[in-house]
């Protein structure tokens, strides 16, 4: 294990002495990269040493230079804390007079931490302060000689919880402050730095960057997908955002093309990212629309498919082209895509397949019988007026998933009399969103928690009933989780006009790639490993077809993921490092990024939530449900966010590689 | 007007439930409520900087106000911001520990840090809330001021009106909210981070090609000179001086009720003697009145609105707030053939005194020179509207001073108001004024005075009650419904102050919802008694607003004509030199017209890339 010199993490000192108390166990801590040791760390909270010969100087001239850059500048004692302190360290490294001695740096220091207005300034003097209180001797003598510092190798990062938690990691707290400065199109431009499709990432993201806001302790966490969905619905009409070619820093030459197979989230935002890359792409979807689930599986009263098409239309605005009604098998293969000069292949083809309950009568019901995905597909035909859908009688839905809401919530908005959801374990258990249950709650759906089908009733393929059991919770196992079991004997039957099984999806036509070099899991997904690559060279794959059905955000995520692995491939054949993963890993494995206790309290400030239509209204209608806030409701929102920064960075024994851009 | 001017008033002291010493005094504090305003309705003092409690703006951003707490139940003290730091129960507040002062004071050090500090040429100097400051905290050294970097700072001299100076800028974010949330004009983005972080027009713009409309609400609201109107007092000495000119001074109806606070009077004095006295002391060769020219707008605007309503087309919009002519051509373009033709009082009387005035006087017009006093700074901008010239080089309007200006040109010549004999006007031609062309000053009194004249001319007869007590409150917006008589029968009314009920009741007009014949606009809350261009309050928002007010009626009730029509040396102008109103030669000298300036506010997201790369990395 990695051996602490010294440091101070916490407020509790680690000087090498006998008896001094210890430091928690640090992991993953070795080296940076290969071969490159890691000499010290300074965080939010102290610092470790492993190096004895480490410049502490240097250390904190790097590590307040970071937070001189990413100061926001609102506050008086980070603003100027931040600079005053930075170009004293630069001038005492350089072997120069600086303008501040150490107490004053000190002074300077204990002003920002405890006066700062965000996380950023309170945190950033932390090791500093840290060094002059517990080893100011060490810091004192790498100045005495005014002889000029070996400049030292590493890297600085700046960070947040709801950073870490987004799977494409946004700079959440940057765009809620370009809100707050009055610029929501730069905010914008935030979010298109990750993936093009702010405005239905805006209504359907299932935001782990919310579970893990910090505001949350003080009252609620603050409203981020409300705010995005403002910022990306203010581009509307003559002011609104022009994507241009200019985007395109370095454009390649007509031969470097790239074919992504699948528009939905994840192959549009893999085409997006290789597009501004410079390559060449080609979008072939079987559809002959762009969206994939975002399109068919996602209902209009959530996501109106005109928002949605002005997402994807960016592809097109950038140079991309779509093939549509192009099947993977049927009208290609892979080895086509190689042979017309595709350099490299992605592969988002998603889970469109429904999987059966696997109950009796199941096999045989014919008219009556949808799986959601199928449902919702004649849902969206219905919507786009391809083929109408009326629905009468009893409607029945198995699954507690979101699959399984926008099912009950497009069935009551068909005609349908009564909708039912069945679902094995109880509401709390239920995976879908809270906000989806209490909507379709407020619709009118009746819910069957602990409740399961065991058997379909069907006259002449035509479904006309289910018989259900009733369930109960086990005691808790060890890991304090309730199973449940069926009790026997509680058998009923429930009649049923149309019968929906929502409990899961999976990759349609998974053998045809298996017939085309791509091997699958035992899931039956796309195998992929790390930077997305399949088991064919050139190939690579991400979203719902590697992963199982997932989110939005996770699908454009792997596409932004395997857009930099395919770049690297292309140009080096190999994947780079990427410093700033290697910094999560290390901040994660840690858990560096813990919530500061001793926070000062806060006055309650609860969020705004979108205006909706009022349930009985529109339940009758695909209309959106829910609406864009107004500027004065972004404004107060956007003061919410408390601006949970802070800055980690590491001293490495030699220069780490520059990773993708 | 948004703006509520008690937010604190009668709150049920039984509410203040949350238990605290502050200083070891025993306090009772709101659930929620800020120690900062605990301490206050305490009376303990606490120094304070961008905090404006008048427009509820509590930024948290300049940390001088920062308190040691202890928590019930911890051990730790904290230091935090009593401006927005709840009271909890059993918190112990200490707002003068010698750490906590010490560090007051660093805060205010570090302010100044890149805070220019040529306070002797300041147009705060001695009015300045950062000096106050200073002192509060008891500054005594400045060790880590840049001048290089302070001076490198934008100074936006584009505009004839406002001028905006960064190196003086403290960051308080006053002016950016009295803007967004007040006025609701949001002109103001903050730009840059850190240590280049600083206020700048929305859209990347300077301030003339921007979309402020000069209304200067966020000048009174600014607590350093980082925000004021141009300096045009040197222009205006000059022509006093230029014995070769006939200078012609004209003050706005506010003016005389909201200037004696600067020599230490009563707030809402009526010094209109005393400035007059001041006028001819400092060398001005006639003094005038725009309240005269009121009662000419009344005139025509009464004459064009009947007219107008006679064709059935409405609503017709008052014209006399430039700040309100700006935001109609940059913000509602669309609305601009609703807006009366009629100049402002401000460029009535100029071009009256450039015509009328030295024909009675047998001058020679070319050598007039008007120099108008208004509690205003669109009027800076307004006289150079190119509309408004009578020839090339040749203003209407030759020099506006603020009243602030005007303060300092009354400093520079030695003159402390009050000593002063108050004198009257004496001018034969241009300087009597009705009771209504006084009451323009406020909200609800160009509406009033129209009403008063309108009246008449339908009815032939005066109204029986001319203090028209259904236009006089305060709300930001009032309607009513006025029975004219004869033809033309009930109008409907609506009078509008601020620029942030203006938007919403102008937007209501667009969408059909709103039915009005005839709206009264004041950009500024409350109307020109608290224009842009009046006198600054430290710490304050409007504090002087219903003051002022009182004494603007009073000079009404006060005056022997109360209507416009009756003003006789208005009909004289009429009898000898403009003929009727809105007619031929009335129309071509009062009238003018408006242009579309909507300002493109298109991006491409390459822009914005360009623009984020200097403050944000690329994940």
């Known amino acids: ?661 | 007007m948004c703006t509520d001017l008690d937010i604190h008033a009668d709150r049920d002291l039984t509410e203040a439930t949350i238990a605290l010493t502050i200083n070891g005094q025993p306090c009772k504090g709101f659930p929620n409520e800020p120690i900062l305003q605990c301490a206050r309705r305490h009376e303990i003092y606490i120094p304070t900087l961008c905090e404006m409690d008048d427009i509820d703006h509590t930024p948290g951003t300049c940390r001088v106000c920062v308190v040691d707490i202890l928590q019930e139940g911890r051990k730790k003290h904290q230091t935090v911001t009593s401006c927005n730091t709840p009271v909890r129960d059993g918190m112990v507040v200490d707002t003068k520990s010698r750490k906590v002062r010490d560090m007051q004071r660093l805060q205010v050090e570090l302010l100044m840090a890149d805070h220019l500090q040529d306070c002797a040429t300041c147009v705060r100097h001695g009015d300045c809330e950062l000096q106050d400051l200073a002192q509060f905290v008891g500054l005594t050294e400045n060790r880590f001021f840049d001048r290089e970097r302070t001076l490198a700072r934008e100074v936006d001299c584009s505009s004839p009106a406002l001028i905006r100076d960064m190196q003086r800028c403290v960051r308080c974010q006053r002016c950016v909210a009295v803007c967004r949330y007040h006025q609701k004009v949001d002109a103001l983005v903050m730009e840059g981070t850190g240590i280049d972080r600083f206020v700048a027009l929305r859209n990347g713009s300077d301030q003339l090609n921007s979309i402020c409309v000069n209304c200067g609400q966020c000048v009174l609201v600014c607590p350093t000179g980082a925000l004021g109107e141009r300096d045009e007092v040197e222009r205006a000495l000059d022509y006093i001086c230029d014995p070769e000119t006939v200078t012609v001074m004209q003050f706005a109806p506010a003016v005389r009720v909201a200037f004696g606070e600067e020599f230490g009077m009563k707030a809402g004095s009526n010094v209109e003697g005393h400035i007059i006295s001041a006028a001819r002391k400092i060398g001005v060769d006639v003094v005038l009145d725009t309240n005269f020219a009121a009662d000419v707008v009344i005139m025509e605007e009464g004459t064009e609105l009947l007219g107008r309503l006679k064709e059935g087309r409405r609503p017709t919009f008052t014209s006399c707030c430039p700040a309100w002519i700006n935001y109609a051509e940059i913000h509602f373009p669309d609305i601009l053939p609703l807006l009366s033709s009629t100049k402002s009082p401000q460029q009535v009387l100029s071009r009256i005194a450039k015509t009328y005035l030295p024909e009675k006087m047998g001058v020679d017009p070319s050598k007039m020179r008007v120099i108008s006093i208004m509690p205003c700074i669109a009027k800076k901008d307004e006289a150079t509207r190119p509309q408004l010239q009578i020839e090339d080089g040749v203003p209407e309007t030759d020099v506006v001073l603020t009243t602030r200006e005007f303060a300092r040109m009354l400093r520079r010549e030695g003159i402390n108001l009050p000593d002063l004999e108050p004198s009257s006007f004496d001018d034969p031609y241009m300087s009597e004024y009705s009771g209504a062309g006084a009451i323009f000053g406020t909200t609800g009194g160009v509406m009033e005075a129209a009403v008063r004249t309108i009246y008449a001319v339908v009815n032939g007869k005066e109204l029986e009650n001319v203090e028209l007590e259904q236009l006089r409150g305060f709300e930001g917006v009032r309607s009513a419904t006025v029975d004219l008589g004869g033809p033309v029968g009930e109008v409907k009314v609506a009078m509008v102050h601020g620029l942030g009920d203006t938007r919403a009741l102008v937007e209501a007009v667009r969408s059909g919802e709103a039915d009005f014949d005839f709206i009264e606009v004041m950009a500024c809350p409350g109307g020109c008694v608290d224009g842009g261009g009046s006198l600054r309050s430290k710490k304050a928002y409007l504090p002087l607003a219903l003051a002022r007010r009182e004494t603007i009626y009073n000079v009404d009730r006060k005056s022997n004509v109360r209507q416009s029509h009756k003003n006789e040396q208005v009909q004289a102008l009429y009898r000898d030199f403009l003929g009727e109103p809105n007619g031929g030669k009335a129309h071509e000298l009062l009238h003018t017209s408006y242009t579309d300036r909507r300002r493109e506010m298109e991006h491409t997201v390459k822009e914005i890339w360009d623009d984020l790369k200097m403050s944000t990395i690329v994940y």
């Open chain 1, 1 to 661: 294990m990695t051996q602490v010199v010294y440091g101070v993490w916490d407020g509790v000192v680690q000087d090498g002495q006998e008896g001094s108390a210890p430091l928690p166990e640090l992991k993953n801590f070795e080296q940076f990269d290969d071969g490159n040791d890691i000499r010290a760390f300074f965080g939010d909270r102290g610092f470790f040493v492993f190096d004895e010969k480490v410049s502490l100087v240097d250390a904190l001239f790097h590590y307040m230079n970071k937070a001189a850059e990413q100061s926001c500048g609102a506050c008086t004692p980070c603003r100027m804390g931040t600079v005053l302190v930075r170009d004293a360290l630069d001038k005492m490294r350089r072997g120069l007079d600086a303008d501040l001695d150490f107490d004053e740096i000190e002074m300077l220091g204990e002003q920002m931490r405890e006066t700062s207005l965000c996380g950023l300034g309170r945190t950033c003097a932390v090791s500093l302060l840290d060094v002059l209180h517990n080893f100011r001797e060490k810091i004192e003598a790498e100045v005495a000689d005014h002889r000029p510092i070996r400049a030292q190798h590493g890297m600085a990062y700046m960070t947040a919880p709801c950073i870490e938690a987004c799977p494409s990691k946004v700079n959440v707290p940057r765009y809620i402050d370009y809100i707050r400065d009055g610029k929501p199109e730069s905010s914008l431009g935030v979010l298109l730095q990750k993936y093009p499709m702010a405005a239905t990432c805006g209504r359907v993201c299932v935001r782990y960057c919310e579970m893990a806001c910090q505001r949350k302790f003080v009252d609620e966490a603050v409203g981020i997908k409300t705010l995005k969905r403002f910022v990306a619905d203010q581009q509307k009409g003559p002011n609104a955002l022009k994507f241009t070619r200019d985007m395109i820093q370095r454009p390649l030459d007509d031969s470097m093309k790239v074919a992504v197979i699948g528009a939905g989230p994840a192959g549009i935002s893999c085409a997006y990212h290789l597009l501004l890359h410079g390559y060449k792409v080609d979008v072939f979807e079987k559809a002959d629309q762009a969206g994939g689930m975002a399109q068919i599986g996602i209902p209009s009263y959530r996501l109106p498919k005109d928002t949605l098409a002005m997402e994807t239309d960016i592809i097109v605005d950038l140079g991309g082209r779509f093939l549509f009604g192009q099947t993977l098998g049927q009208d290609f293969s892979i080895d086509d895509l190689f042979r017309q000069g595709y350099k490299a292949v992605f592969l988002g083809l998603g889970c469109q397949q429904g999987t059966p309950l696997g109950i009796e009568g199941e096999e045989i019901a014919r008219d009556g019988y949808h799986s959601g995905i199928d449902f919702l597909l004649k849902v969206h035909d219905h919507v786009d007026e391809i083929a109408p859908l009326n629905l009468k009688g009893e409607v029945v839905v198995v699954g507690g998933g979101n699959v399984a809401m926008d099912c009950v919530r497009s069935a009551i908005r068909l005609g349908a009399d009564n909708v039912h959801v069945i679902y094995r374990r109880t509401r709390e258990d239920m995976p879908a969103d809270h906000e989806e249950i209490v909507a379709a709650d407020d619709e009118d759906i009746f819910f069957h928690t602990l409740c399961n089908p065991t058997r379909l009733i069907t006259e002449n393929g035509k479904v006309t009933g289910v018989e259900l059991v009733r369930m109960e919770q086990t005691e808790p196992d060890e890991s304090g989780r309730r199973n449940v079991r069926a009790i026997p004997g509680s058998e009923f039957t429930m009649p049923c006009d149309h019968f929906i099984a929502a409990i899961g999806q999976k990759v349609e036509d998974g053998h045809v790639m298996e017939g085309d070099g791509i091997a699958l899991d035992k899931w039956q997904c796309v195998k992929a490993g790390d930077g997305l690559s399949t088991s064919r060279p050139g190939v690579f794959a991400g979203g719902d077809c590697v992963t199982g059905p997932s989110t939005l955000i996770y699908a454009m995520a792997a596409g932004l993921k395997a857009a930099r692995s395919i770049d690297d491939w292309i140009q080096l054949g190999t994947p780079r490092f990427f410093k700033r993963s290697r910094m999560r890993d290390l901040i994660n494995d840690n858990k560096f990024l813990g919530r500061d206790v001793n926070e000062p309290p806060v006055r309650n400030a609860y969020r705004v939530h979108n205006p909706e239509l009022d349930p009985d209204l529109r339940k009758k209608m695909f209309g959106e449900v829910e609406q864009t806030i107004s500027e004065a409701a972004a404004y107060k929102e956007s003061q919410r966010c408390m601006r949970c920064y802070r800055i980690y960075s590491v001293v490495t024994r030699q220069s780490i590689p520059e990773g993708a851009a």
